[in-house]
């Protein structure tokens, strides 16, 4: 199956995990506040959380997942995570994440993967990046203030995509 | 020191038009992933040439070898085979340096890191 063509990022965003102010100001802040979130919306249970934390963590201490243009996408393939859920954080201040071009992040994708589903995480990657490259999208995200913003801009992209 | 190293050599052509292509063949059971762009852009990032990489297991699009956003669409699982081809003074030195970095599974002699 290629999941990358099938994908809606309105259906991989769990939505009412959104957060669209966050006010944690340091890289793991931000990871545990989405993580979290995602916890406190039921997108994943509550149990595993601390773990995923530590992972996403650890992991972005391996290589940093700020891929440059105030962009960064943490991701972590835990074996607690049944089915590929994902959300996005806003931060209006910048968060420091050693993005590769060195420059603050301003959309954080955080992105939970079953343990053994590599083909299906790479889909939902290029998904991302997909929309994520698109500068206008950048833009009018980083300006979105709200859940409902943030969630109308995914919602009209996910139209106009059409390979 | 790192075999994996691009931009010091001088094997392209005066005017700067060398053009190299190689086909490689992705090894590791994560496929392409984050980590290996990173690795990846890193070392195109290092060479003159331009890079650019097209998954021909996916007949996808031809992307920019430098930039982590587009290598990510390329979407490549363990066995998917990328054509990476670099334009430029070190186009011959960018190649195989960039394929053998893939051939390598992406590991360099950094401190060893698990994969995924």
Redesign the interface.
């Given at each position: 199956m290629d999941v990358?063509v099938l994908m809606k990022l309105s259906e991989l965003i769990h939505k009412p995990s959104i957060v669209p102010e966050l006010e944690a100001t340091d890289r793991n802040g931000v990871i545990r506040c989405l993580v979290q979130s995602l916890a406190d919306h039921g997108a994943i249970d509550a149990e595993p959380v601390d773990a995923i934390v530590r992972a996403a963590i650890t992991r972005e201490r391996?290589?940093?997942?700020g891929?440059?243009?105030g962009?960064a996408?943490p991701?972590v393939?835990h074996s607690s995570i049944t089915k590929m859920t994902a959300t996005i954080g806003r931060s209006s201040h910048g968060v420091d994440f050693a993005a590769?071009d060195r420059a603050p992040v301003y959309i954080i994708v955080m992105l939970l993967s079953p343990a053994e589903a590599?083909?299906e995480?790479?889909?939902a990657?290029?998904r991302?990046?997909?929309y994520?490259?698109r500068e206008k999208f950048r833009r009018f995200l980083r300006q979105a203030d709200s859940q409902e913003a943030i969630i109308d801009l995914i919602d009209e992209v996910d139209e106009l995509q059409d390979d | 020191m790192s075999l994996l190293t691009c931009g010091d050599g001088q094997t392209g052509s005066a005017d700067g038009t060398s053009r190299a292509s190689r086909d490689v063949t992705i090894p590791n059971k994560e496929g392409l992933h984050a980590r290996p762009v990173m690795t990846f852009v890193d070392l195109a990032q290092k060479c003159q040439a331009s890079v650019s990489v097209v998954n021909l297991s996916k007949r996808g699009e031809e992307v920019d070898g430098k930039s982590a956003m587009q290598m990510m669409l390329l979407e490549a699982t363990q066995g998917s085979v990328l054509r990476i081809t670099a334009r430029g003074v070190d186009a011959a030195e960018a190649v195989a340096a960039l394929a053998a970095l893939v051939e390598a599974g992406f590991k360099t002699d950094s401190p060893q890191q698990p994969d995924g």
């Amino acid at each position: 199956m290629d999941v990358g063509v099938l994908m809606k990022l309105s259906e991989l965003i769990h939505k009412p995990s959104i957060v669209p102010e966050l006010e944690a100001t340091d890289r793991n802040g931000v990871i545990r506040c989405l993580v979290q979130s995602l916890a406190d919306h039921g997108a994943i249970d509550a149990e595993p959380v601390d773990a995923i934390v530590r992972a996403a963590i650890t992991r972005e201490r391996q290589g940093s997942t700020g891929f440059g243009k105030g962009v960064a996408v943490p991701h972590v393939k835990h074996s607690s995570i049944t089915k590929m859920t994902a959300t996005i954080g806003r931060s209006s201040h910048g968060v420091d994440f050693a993005a590769l071009d060195r420059a603050p992040v301003y959309i954080i994708v955080m992105l939970l993967s079953p343990a053994e589903a590599p083909e299906e995480h790479l889909a939902a990657m290029e998904r991302i990046f997909r929309y994520l490259q698109r500068e206008k999208f950048r833009r009018f995200l980083r300006q979105a203030d709200s859940q409902e913003a943030i969630i109308d801009l995914i919602d009209e992209v996910d139209e106009l995509q059409d390979d | 020191m790192s075999l994996l190293t691009c931009g010091d050599g001088q094997t392209g052509s005066a005017d700067g038009t060398s053009r190299a292509s190689r086909d490689v063949t992705i090894p590791n059971k994560e496929g392409l992933h984050a980590r290996p762009v990173m690795t990846f852009v890193d070392l195109a990032q290092k060479c003159q040439a331009s890079v650019s990489v097209v998954n021909l297991s996916k007949r996808g699009e031809e992307v920019d070898g430098k930039s982590a956003m587009q290598m990510m669409l390329l979407e490549a699982t363990q066995g998917s085979v990328l054509r990476i081809t670099a334009r430029g003074v070190d186009a011959a030195e960018a190649v195989a340096a960039l394929a053998a970095l893939v051939e390598a599974g992406f590991k360099t002699d950094s401190p060893q890191q698990p994969d995924g």
